[in-house]
């Protein structure tokens, strides 16, 4: 940063600071040229924490509020103004974010009975239970090669050929395995 910059930036520091020393003792237009010099810096502040351009711009209205009402407390040799006015307006747009309600609860009640559930009910997973306990009962019946042959097929989902392949055994003999094995499944499902 040049020398330049860096005077040019305290100088506007200071004119702050003369505002605000201003507005302390009930300088309206000083006010007035305050409010215009920061409210764009204070409503970045805002915007930052709320994210909310009309919620930002209520407590941006806060902020000016308790300028106007506590630029008397303002101590020149603890920070500068933009610093102290920062500063309140960060600390007004958190309390406002901690009022909000959380998102979910802002949603309208009748939108609750249209919200789709992808999991299943309490009664579907326990018939689905039920059901499982029944299949691993009919498959602990079935002969282990027919077993086997099922459970690759239809868990790991191999072709009739790659079982075949992986068995050494002729592709009609596995099809033929298999289309067994699942007529003895269904008729012990049945029971």
Same mark, same amino acid.
């Given at each position: 940063?040049? @020398?330049?910059?860096?005077?040019?930036?305290?100088?506007?520091?200071?004119?702050? $600071?003369?505002?605000?020393?201003?507005?302390?003792?009930? @300088? !309206?237009?000083?006010?007035?040229?305050?409010?215009?010099?920061?409210?764009? &810096?204070?409503?970045? *502040?805002?915007? #930052?924490?709320?994210? $909310?351009?009309?919620?930002?711009?209520?407590? +941006? !209205?806060?902020?000016?509020?308790?300028?106007?009402?506590?630029?008397? !407390?303002?101590?020149?040799?603890?920070?500068?103004?933009?610093?102290?006015?920062?500063? =309140?307006?960060?600390?007004?747009? *958190? $309390?406002? +974010?901690?009022?909000?309600?959380?998102?979910?609860?802002?949603?309208?009640?009748?939108? %609750?009975?249209?919200?789709?559930?992808?999991?299943?009910?309490?009664?579907?997973? %326990?018939? %689905?239970?039920?059901?499982?306990?029944? +299949?691993?009962?009919?498959?602990?019946?079935?002969?282990? #090669?027919?077993?086997?042959? *099922?459970?690759? %097929?239809?868990?790991?989902?191999?072709?009739?050929?790659?079982?075949?392949?992986?068995?050494?055994?002729?592709?009609?003999?596995? &099809?033929?395995? =298999?289309?067994?094995?699942?007529?003895?499944?269904?008729?012990? +499902?049945?029971?």
């Amino acid at each position: 940063m040049t @020398d330049t910059s860096v005077r040019e930036r305290d100088e506007a520091a200071d004119s702050v $600071d003369a505002l605000l020393l201003r507005v302390a003792a009930g @300088d !309206q237009p000083a006010f007035e040229t305050l409010y215009r010099t920061t409210a764009g &810096k204070l409503l970045g *502040i805002c915007l #930052r924490v709320l994210s $909310d351009r009309a919620e930002a711009e209520d407590v +941006l !209205q806060d902020v000016y509020v308790t300028v106007w009402n506590k630029a008397g !407390q303002f101590d020149a040799s603890r920070a500068r103004a933009v610093t102290w006015m920062g500063t =309140i307006a960060r600390n007004r747009s *958190i $309390d406002r +974010l901690r009022a909000l309600p959380a998102p979910a609860s802002r949603a309208s009640i009748d939108l %609750a009975e249209a919200a789709h559930d992808p999991a299943p009910s309490p009664a579907v997973q %326990a018939e %689905a239970a039920g059901t499982r306990a029944q +299949l691993d009962d009919c498959m602990e019946q079935l002969e282990p #090669r027919r077993k086997t042959l *099922i459970r690759t %097929a239809f868990f790991d989902g191999a072709t009739y050929e790659e079982l075949a392949t992986r068995s050494g055994s002729p592709l009609g003999s596995v &099809k033929s395995w =298999i289309r067994r094995g699942l007529l003895q499944l269904k008729a012990c +499902l049945e029971q």
